[in-house]
Structure formats: C-alpha cells, structure tokens
C-alpha cells in the first residue's frame, strides 16, 4: 500500500493521530528542541506530495505561520495563515518510512525560534 | 502489430524451480508458481514470483508426468488470493534448448488454460524446462476462450542473476548470421553468445555525452535492437562533449535521439538494425510502458526522478539497469581536485541506487515538482544549482565501466558475470570494488516482481512536453534545411 492513505497510517502507529484538511493531512508533533520543545505542534505534508509515499517523501513541511525557522525557503500554505517550508529529507530508504519522516519533522521543529 | 509475450524470473526462482522440476532420478516432473505480469507497450512478461511445490497425489509421474485437477485448483485460488497468475510448469529431462509443445502437453495446458484464467482473471502461462542445458521455453494461454483457447509463444525467457542468461525462441528472433564486419567482434566471445547479444531489446535512457556513446557502440558490436530515449535538444554547450553533435545540428534544433541514431546508424554492423527513438521521458507513463519491451536497459540520466524510476523497475519489473556517472570534483579556485566514475548493476540480488548512495530519494520530490529547474525556488535555497561539470575525455570512461559491467553481466568472463558496484579514482587510479549492500530498510531490493501493481512513480513531465513543443515549433525554413540534412545523411550513409 502507497500514497497518503500509508502515510497515514504509519504516522497513526506512532501516536501522531493524523487527520485530512484542504489537501493536506495535518498531524501533531513534539519537539525535543527548540522554541517549541515539549508542545505540540501542529504541522503537515501535502496529499499531492505523498503520491508516490513511501518511495518518495515530500519536500515541504506545512507549518503555523507563528512558527518562525531561522534560515528557511518558505511559501504561503494552502492553509490560511500556515506556510510551507523546503526542507530535503536525507538518508531516505534507510529506516522505516513513518519513523524517519516523523524524526526529519521533528528534527526541523528544533530549529523553531518561535 | 502482435503482442510479444516473454517470462523473466531471478536466479534464486530458477534454482528452486529446477530443483523441483529436475528431481534425481531423471523423470518428468512437473510444479506450479505465481506471476505477476508486467505489460508494457507492446510486451507482456510474466514475472515468476514464487513457485508452489506439488504436495504428495499432485501428479501422477510414469513415463511423462500428468498433474491434478486438486493441484490445479489450489495453485488457482493461492494466484487469486495474492493477487497473481497461474504458471504451470513440466521438465524435458533429455530436451536441450527451446522445447516445442507435445501433442498431450498442448492438450493439458489447453485444458486448464479457461478454468485458470476464470479464477486468477490472469492468463495461464506454461513453461517447459529442457535438462540437459537448463534452457527455458514458455507460452501465454492469451487468445480465444473455451475450445478455441489458444497459446501466444514467448519470445524469449530471462533469467537475472549475476549473469543475464536468456533462452530465445528462434522461431521470433532468428539467430542472424553474423557478418564479416563482426569478425572481431565475434572472435572476442564466440558464434553462440554473439547471436544472444545482438537479439536482446537495449534501451539507453539519456542521449547524452555516454548515452550516445553507449547506443553507437552497442550497434557496433551488432545489436539490431536499440532504443535511445530522451526529449532534449541538441545545444551549444553539449558539443564539447556530444561526439558526433554539431553546430548544424544546434541551428537545425535536433533532438539528442535524432543525432544519437544518426551516429549509431552510422556505426551499426547489423544486416538490418532497427535503432528506435522516443522522445519520451522514462518519468512519462508512456515512456515507462516503452522500457517495459526492453531486456537491458542502461541509465545515463543524472535527474533524480528518472533515476528512482529506472531503480524501481529493475525490481518491479525484473529489467536489468546498468548504471553509472561521474563526480568531478574541484577545488576553489576552479582547478582539478579530483574525479572519480562509478558503475553497477541494478538487480535482485545487488543494492539498489538508494543503498549504493546513487541517488537520494530526497531530492527527487524536488524534480517532480521542476523546483530543480525553478530560478524562484533556487535563488531561495542555500545549496545552490549543481554545477554539473563534465569533460568528454573522462565521460567516455564512464561509457567504458558501463560497456565492461554489460559486457561481464551478458558474457561471463571466465566465468564472472556482474562484478558489483565498482569506482575509479582518477587522481590514483586505483579501481575499488565497493563493499555496498542493501540496507535493512531497502523498499527495493528484498520485494518480489511486482509488475503491473508495482507503486508508480511515473507523471506529467513538464519539462519533457516544454521540449518536445520547441522541437516541433520551428520555422518552416529550418524544417526544409532539415529536411535537405536528412536527405544528405541518407546519401552519405548510403555510399558507406
């Protein structure tokens, strides 16, 4: 099984209780580091960009615009007030798809200065 | 046109079915297994997936061997339940090379060909096994229904393992006599694995610096079958390194394929070769379903996407993928650092380019989206565009380890087919075998042939349909100069 419905459903067995808005799939994550360590923040991949999941991971992170990174290639978000953030994933095909996207995001998170 | 049909299976899925089929004390014998098929444009191939050893009462062995409706039956349900067709496969202990079908052969697969493809909604796919030299012969049960059910013949069967080895159904592809031209060429390797080599289907993915040097050298040695794939035009700064490509080509705006064919053409050594183009990307589903005809396929593309593409199919869909490109490193001030080229074989049974860090899945996302090419999106991002230098006095190396890994995985050498990824560094030359295996979460390398249900990775290609526009919106002055260019090359081609 593919696409977002797999990524859905991986990131669901991690506790991120996953669920879809506007084209996107929205979930919650906790940051260890950073501005936001040890809140949950809310956060999302495009459904057009999990196609081809788990071959291969979206690029862009969707995140609330109140969540500022401190160097970043930003976009608005098709979520109102959110902005969606290039971040490349390395490493990919090493580990288990759901655990390695959630460790990128989380990892990204960290760099949160707001 | 007629659909060919052929079957590809691994090394390991030989192995076990000759182990079932060829039991010691020299009977007949006969088993079952799963496909999976895998359609492409104008082939069909049945991926053998895993067979299903016949329990004790499955078959009844005397003189020749007969199967059981319960076995049948079961081996149908176990197809239907994994989504897969029905093979049923029988040995010729005392046959050598491809088998033509018995009269009560015939009639067995016949008989069960309707109820088979009734339940799997597949077609049956027999399969015959000759002992003496373990050769192949197989048939598709795809035509009529009920008593007028009938059997397309195979073209070919492939077997992928550390060497490629394909049984040929003489009666599609005739072996071809060779001709003076080859005499060296034949001398190298022998009569027998000439008229193997030059049937099989090569695809060369990227007309570029080594994709064009792969194709002209491949129609050298005689193949009669290329495809050169790719939708870019000659330009100004490809023709210090697209041997043959000139500056009449770049003011007539031809295609990297059209100059690619002309030179290979140029250099063909077959009575009749047969060098297609498509001015396809292998990311478009209908360049994807063009590989799917093809026995090798050799990847000279750099792009991300197209590379994760060819890297999937050569386990969905059992297409070998020889692989291989070149790192030019430099130092600050621009001069020479150090330059290295890589190569392998993209296999069951070998990592895949993600394991062997050929390509980053990561940046892969980026190329469907045509962010690598977005000037707005490269001006925001910190690492910049890639350079990309190249020097056709070191592209053509890298021709050379791609040309040596096919050469090694079709040939055997002394008996060592596909020697693994290897790399050489330029500043020592020294050649490393590198030490790469799959890893643990490798999405590739340890799945079955998953053919048609693979997860495709294939979609618009913007860049591809940009390309293909600009070569057909040129004035009507440069289509008649193409035109004349054309009838010219004919002549002189003619005269060689």
Known sequence: MGGHDAFAEQIARLGLHPRGKAGLVIYGLEPVEGARAGTVVDTAVAIDELARWPQVPPHWIHLPGDVTLARTNSRPSPRPGWMMHSRQIADWGRDAPGVAWASHVRGVLGEART | MTRRTSVAMTGPTRDALCDLLLPADGQEDLCLALYRPSTGQRRTTALIRQPLAPHDGDRVVHSNVTVTAEYILRGAEAAHAEQCGLVLLHSHPGGRGWQAMSGPDRDTEASYANLVREITGLPLVGMTLAGRDRSWSARHWDRGVGPRVAATECTNVRVVDDRMTITWNDGFDPAPAANSRQNRTVNAWGEVVQADLVRRRVLVVGAGSVGLDVALRLAASGLMHI??????????????????????????????????????????????????????????????????????????????????????????????????????????????????????????????????????????????????????????????????????????????????????????????????????????????????????????????????????????????????????????????????????????????
């Not at chain 2, 230098?389 to 060592?416: E, H, R």
């Not at chain 2, 050489?424 to 799945?447: I, K």
């Open chain 2, 227 to 496: 495809t050169i794939m790719d939708f870019d035009l000659v330009e100004e700064h490809n023709l210090d390194r697209l041997v043959g490509a000139t500056r009449r080509d770049v003011a007539l705006r031809r295609s990297k394929v059209h100059v690619a064919r002309r030179e290979a053409l140029r250099n063909a050594t077959a009575a009749h070769p047969h060098i297609r183009i498509s001015d396809l990307s292998i990311c478009e589903p209908a360049g994807f379903l063009e590989a799917l005809d093809h026995d090798v396929i050799f990847c000279c593309v750099d792009r991300p996407w197209p590379r994760a593409v060819l890297n999937g199919l050569a386990y969905t869909d059992l297409v070998p993928v020889i692989d291989g490109g070149i790192a030019i490193d430099t130092h600050a001030d621009g001069t020479m650092r150090n330059s290295t080229w890589r190569s392998h074989i993209v296999r069951p049974g070998r990592p895949c380019m993600v394991c062997t860090r050929q390509l980053d899945m990561g940046q892969v996302a980026l190329d469907v989206q045509g962010l690598l090419d977005d000037p707005h999106y490269i001006a925001g991002a910190t690492r910049g565009r890639p350079v990309g230098q190249n020097v056709a006095p070191l592209s053509i190396s890298v021709t050379a380890a791609l040309l040596a890994q096919y050469v090694s995985f079709s040939v055997a050498p002394g008996g060592v087919g596909d020697p693994g990824p290897l790399q050489y560094v330029l500043s020592t030359h020294d050649l490393h075998h590198l030490d790469h295996t799959s890893t643990a979460g490798c999405l590739y390398e340890p799945a079955d042939p998953d053919g048609d249900r693979r997860q495709d990775l294939t979609g618009d290609h913007r860049a591809a349909e940009t390309a293909r526009a600009k070569a057909t919106a040129v004035p009507w002055r440069i289509k008649l100069r193409r035109k004349l260019d054309d009838l010219l090359t004919a002549m002189t081609q003619g005269r060689s």
